[in-house]
T-cell receptor
Framework: QKEVEQDPGPLSVPEGAIVSLNCTYSNSAFQYFMWYRQYSRKGPELLMY????GNKEDGRFTAQVDKSSKYISLFIRDSQPSDSATYLCATSRVGGDMRFGAGTRLTVKP | GAVVSQHPSRVICKSGTSVKIECRSL??????MFWYRQFPKQSLMLMAT?????????EQGVEKDKFLINHASLTLSTLTVTSAHPEDSSFYICSARSGGDTEAFFGQGTRLTVV
């Protein structure tokens, strides 16, 4: 079993839609949760970083963590074509290396 | 966010030669740097973790004699692909983390093509 599971998609939505991206993880020792956005042939860019269960909002992006079910989500409101990218979830322990999901390829169509 | 610069962004080399990729943290001290490999449409595969001044820790299946990692300063780590072969062609990405921080920041990646 992979430590972090993420549906690779692809996911295609119309502009303006709400996008929901999800991951599950298996190790309860993971305490930090991150979402990265990666455009084609570029390095990943940190979008959101959370520590505890609950929601964290930043503009159109909301990260949600449910430690009891080991489930993490990223919601994108009012999605734009510029949001088209691969989204990677990641988890880590204190001082430990990160474990990544497979990445979900998102396309937002105008 | 913090800036990590990776160079070169693209390199083509002949089979049998060695290639060095640099990863620099520009505005913070990177006590830990990570090197990843990524195949098309696949996720990041951790190759090794390096702490400044220490030997790198390689993931299972990664040949340490083939992928030489040096992390001699708090702002620079290098990955050298020795005696490169076409199967080493891939996208290599570094990331850097400062002290007790848990989020890491990525370089732009290096696309290596071995011909």
């Amino acid at each position: 079993q992979k430590e972090v599971e993420q549906d690779p998609g692809p996911l295609s939505v119309p502009e303006g839609a709400i996008v929901s991206l999800n991951c599950t993880y298996s190790n309860s020792a993971f305490q930090y949760f991150m979402w990265y956005r990666q455009y084609s042939r570029k390095g990943p860019e940190l979008l959101m970083y959370t520590y505890s269960s609950g929601n964290k909002e930043d503009g159109r992006f909301t990260a949600q963590v449910d430690k009891s079910s080991k489930y993490i989500s990223l919601f994108i409101r009012d999605s734009q074509p510029s949001d088209s990218a691969t989204y990677l979830c990641a988890t880590s322990r204190v001082g430990g290396d990160m474990r990544f999901g497979a990445g979900t390829r998102l396309t937002v169509k105008p | 966010g913090a800036v990590v610069s990776q160079h070169p962004s693209r390199v083509i080399c002949k089979s049998g030669t060695s290639v060095k990729i640099e990863c620099r943290s520009l505005d913070f001290q990177a006590t830990t740097m990570f090197w990843y490999r990524q195949f098309p449409k696949q996720s990041l595969m951790l190759m090794a973790t390096s702490n400044e001044g220490s030997k790198a820790t390689y993931e299972q299946g990664v040949e340490k004699d083939k992928f030489l990692i040096n992390h001699a300063s708090l702002t620079l780590s290098t990955l050298t692909v020795t005696s490169a072969h076409p199967e080493d062609s891939s996208f290599y990405i570094c990331s850097a983390r400062s002290g007790g921080d848990t989020e890491a920041f990525f370089g732009q990646g290096t696309r290596l093509t071995v011909v």
